[in-house]
């Protein structure tokens, strides 16, 4: 009697529920995946369309059209997926941070009821990944070719590349390792499209005859923006390197250890084997010969390091979309499909010429709006939801999904009502924003922010600036209406509701305003 009494109550403990009572989640991840790189969200590249993959996945499933990041920097975005909270919770603002695997996170949550949880691909938290039975991750950014990864019996080297050896990890993952037993969650995360962008081998001439659009906004001036916007260092025409981000033709006595930028691609392609580089070269040699010959200047130089950069950039991209289509693949052909929910999401937005910019960092549209796409058999089919989302409803939506308790302490909302299409009512007006990283790469400055589905108000808080959008009639933000005596009453509103989000969330990072001196000295 005693054992039997034990059996049933190891059968109705959470931990022990039958895997078939609760889904699997799939959770891919990119990094700097800008909306408007995929054809489902209809931007100005959608004739393009290098994602045929994630538009059936969203044509099957639920596109969040207001999708948006809290800090738009890749560290910090996920740790904010990982725990539920914002940056100045989690103790991960910057991208120098390492992450507390001590503190709470959706996979030791999930663990508990009994998920086995795994973690493959790009982690980039600076801390072994905690709450996960399995995980391989690339040690930083990784390579795109022949990449190393970690793992808890130490470094491995894989030759080939790196979206689809973390493809054939995560498949591997799923056909041998885990347990058909008990629900998983699979994180399967991909370093692609991030700078600097190198495709696979088999890509390098896709697009080559390909007229890819020109970003409307490409030789803007940052005229009406605040002063922050015209001292950045991530523009097109003056810091997207020739040679280490477009793999142009190498200047004679090159120094790739003193040059000042992104160095990653450039030292990559020095560690191809001999069979790599000959097809590398092959491909980029003679294009680089013509653009020699061409002596550009001007607008000319900005508009071909701009198709350069565009086309590497959507090639890595067709990689990650050739990934989607094998694991869905898999998922059909293993009985899996049914009872799997797939999310589709990235880090960030990214400035793909936008504003003559690349990289992110901004609370500007194109940086701080993130994909996301979720596919649930039986729930979500074809739909498109327009309520403010945030990476820091992931944590929560994902607990709920598994029937796990969320946590008092977490500040975001489960999306599951939204995915049913019940949109609670009081589901949030407006979203907060937080970028740090001050000065540093890229010399975006910080600035906190509030945006509603109409108005946006951002505050560089430092240099005591402020800009205000209305999204509506401006969705571009060409034009800052900060100021400006007839949107007064709405700015007054604004900065209440932006203080308001600020204590909500417990925000009470220092943001007064530089000395005089030091902000002159960040103008120089």
């Given at each position: 009697?005693?054992?039997?009494?034990t059996?049933?109550a190891?059968?109705?403990?959470p931990?022990?529920?039958?895997?078939?009572?609760?889904?699997?989640?799939?959770?891919?991840?990119?990094d700097?995946?800008?909306p408007?790189a995929?054809?489902?969200?209809?931007?100005?590249?959608?004739?393009?369309n290098?994602?045929p993959?994630?538009?059936?996945?969203a044509r099957?499933g639920?596109?969040?059209?207001?999708?948006?990041c809290?800090?738009?920097i890749?560290?910090p975005?996920?740790?904010?997926?990982?725990t539920?909270?914002h940056?100045?919770?989690?103790?991960?603002?910057?991208?120098?941070?390492?992450?507390n695997?001590?503190?709470q996170t959706?996979?030791?949550?999930?663990?508990?009821?009994?998920?086995?949880?795994?973690m493959?691909g790009?982690?980039?938290?600076?801390?072994?990944?905690?709450?996960?039975d399995?995980?391989?991750?690339l040690p930083?950014?990784?390579?795109?070719?022949?990449p190393?990864?970690?793992?808890?019996?130490?470094?491995?080297?894989?030759?080939?590349?790196c979206?689809?050896?973390?493809?054939?990890?995560?498949?591997?993952?799923l056909k041998?390792?885990?347990?058909?037993d008990?629900?998983f969650?699979l994180?399967?995360?991909h370093?692609?499209?991030?700078?600097?962008w190198?495709?696979?081998l088999?890509?390098?001439?896709?697009?080559?005859?390909?007229?890819?659009?020109e970003a409307?906004?490409?030789?803007?001036?940052?005229?009406d923006?605040?002063?922050?916007?015209?001292f950045?260092e991530?523009e097109?025409?003056?810091?997207?390197?020739?040679l280490?981000?477009?793999?142009?033709?190498?200047?004679?006595?090159?120094?790739?250890?003193?040059?000042k930028?992104d160095?990653s691609g450039?030292?990559?392609k020095?560690?191809m084997?001999d069979?790599?580089?000959?097809?590398?070269?092959?491909?980029?040699?003679?294009?680089?010969e013509?653009?020699?010959?061409?002596?550009?200047k001007?607008?000319?130089?900005?508009?071909?390091?701009?198709?350069?950069?565009?086309?590497?950039?959507?090639?890595?991209?067709?990689?990650?979309?050739e990934?989607?289509?094998r694991l869905m693949?898999?998922?059909?052909e293993?009985?899996?499909?049914?009872?799997?929910?797939?999310?589709?999401s990235s880090?960030?937005g990214?400035?793909?010429?936008?504003?003559?910019w690349?990289d992110?960092?901004?609370?500007?549209?194109?940086?701080?709006?993130?994909?996301?796409?979720?596919?649930?058999?039986?729930?979500t089919k074809?739909?498109?939801n327009?309520?403010l989302v945030?990476?820091l409803?992931y944590?929560?939506?994902?607990l709920?999904?598994?029937?796990?308790?969320?946590?008092?302490?977490?500040?975001g909302r489960?999306?599951?009502?939204?995915?049913k299409?019940?949109?609670p009512?009081?589901?949030?007006e407006?979203?907060?924003?937080?970028?740090?990283?001050?000065?540093?790469?890229?010399m975006?400055?910080?600035h906190?922010?509030i945006?509603?589905?109409?108005?946006?108000?951002?505050?560089?808080?430092?240099f005591d600036?402020w800009?205000?959008y209305d999204?509506?009639?401006?969705?571009?933000?060409?034009?800052?209406?900060y100021g400006?005596?007839?949107?007064a009453?709405?700015?007054g509103?604004l900065?209440?509701?932006?203080?308001?989000?600020?204590?909500?969330y417990?925000?009470?990072?220092?943001?007064s305003?530089?000395?005089?001196?030091?902000?002159?000295?960040?103008?120089?």
């Open positions: 009697m005693k054992r039997l009494l059996t049933m190891l059968l109705l403990s931990a022990c529920a039958v895997a078939a009572d609760r889904p699997n989640i799939l959770f891919i991840f990119t700097d995946h800008a408007h995929i054809g489902a969200y209809d931007g100005w590249l959608k004739d393009v290098p994602t993959n994630i538009d059936k996945l099957q639920m596109l969040f059209q207001n999708s948006f809290t800090n738009s890749c560290g975005s996920r740790a904010v997926i990982q539920g909270k940056s100045h919770l989690n103790g991960f603002m910057t991208n120098g941070n390492k992450f695997g001590d503190q959706f996979p030791k949550l999930l663990q508990k009821v009994g998920y086995q949880t795994a493959i790009k982690w980039h938290l600076g801390t072994d990944p905690r709450g996960f399995y995980w391989q991750v930083g950014q990784g390579d795109y070719y022949n190393f990864f970690k793992t808890p019996k130490g470094r491995v080297k894989i030759e080939g590349y979206t689809d050896i973390v493809t054939d990890l995560a498949l591997d993952w041998e390792q885990r347990d058909s008990k629900p969650m994180m399967c995360q370093k692609a499209p991030h700078r600097t190198m495709p696979p088999r890509h390098l001439h896709l697009y080559d005859d390909v007229e890819v659009p409307p906004t490409l030789f803007d001036k940052w005229k923006n605040a002063s922050p916007a015209r950045q991530m097109i025409d003056r810091h997207l390197h020739l280490c981000d477009c793999f142009g033709p190498e200047a004679e006595g090159f120094d790739v250890n003193k040059a930028t160095r450039y030292k990559n020095l560690r084997t069979e790599q580089r000959k097809v590398w070269d092959a491909a980029y040699v003679p294009k680089n013509a653009f020699l010959k061409a002596n550009l001007g607008d000319d130089l900005i508009r071909w390091k701009y198709n350069r950069y565009i086309r590497n950039y959507l090639r890595c991209i067709k990689g990650v979309d990934s989607v289509g693949g898999y998922l059909k293993a009985g899996l499909e049914e009872n799997t929910i797939v999310i589709y880090d960030q990214f400035y793909l010429g936008d504003h003559g690349y992110k960092r901004w609370m500007y549209e194109e940086s701080m709006k993130m994909p996301l796409i979720v596919k649930w058999p039986g729930v074809g739909s498109v327009t309520d945030q990476n409803d944590a929560e939506t994902f709920d999904l598994a029937g796990a308790k969320i946590s008092d302490d977490m500040q489960s999306l599951v009502p939204v995915l299409g019940e949109t009512d009081d589901w949030r407006s979203i907060y924003y937080h970028y740090f990283e001050y000065p540093s790469v890229h975006v400055a910080k906190n922010g945006r509603t589905q109409r108005y946006k108000l951002i505050h560089f808080y430092q600036e800009e205000l999204l509506e009639k401006d969705p571009d933000e060409l034009t800052n209406l400006k005596p007839r949107y009453d709405l700015t509103v900065k209440r509701d932006l203080e308001e989000l600020r204590e909500h417990a925000d009470n990072t220092d943001t305003v530089m000395p005089a001196e030091w902000r002159k000295q960040f103008r120089q």
